[in-house]
């Protein structure tokens, strides 16, 4: 059974920044360091939208709403996947997740983020 515990999540002012972790952890080893991964948000009353990916490789991508501002990087030692937000906007304000790409493991309880103006 393979868990994600998010965590790094708060209040902030806008402009400000915040590190999201995200821990992997169960019966499949090194789940950071096989899968392309990803943060993905929900808004109140939206759909989780994926925010950035890291492949297995390294190579990341962002949605065109936090590129430049928001960056993504792992740990493979730690199985730890982290999200550096910086320029926070109002926007901004959801719960995040971790997850593959492709959603693939069961998902976690996220972290809030609330950004105020």
């Known amino acids: 059974q393979v868990q994600l515990v998010e965590s790094g999540g708060g209040l902030v002012q806008a402009g400000g920044s915040l590190r999201l972790s995200c821990a992997a952890s169960?019966?499949?080893?090194?789940?950071?360091?096989?899968?392309?991964m990803g943060w993905f948000r929900q808004a109140p009353g939206k759909q989780r939208d994926l925010v950035a990916v890291?492949?297995?490789?390294?190579?990341?991508n962002y949605a065109d709403s936090v590129k430049g501002r928001f960056t993504i990087s792992r740990d493979n030692a730690k199985n730890t996947v982290y999200l550096q937000m910086n320029s926070l906007k109002p926007e901004d304000t959801a719960v995040y997740y971790c997850?593959?790409?492709?959603?693939?493991?069961?998902w976690g309880q996220g972290t809030q983020v609330t950004v105020s103006s």
């Open positions: 997850n593959a790409e492709t959603g693939y493991y069961p």
């Open positions: 169960g019966s499949i080893v090194n789940i950071v360091n096989i899968n392309a």
């Open positions: 890291i492949s297995g490789r390294g190579s990341t």
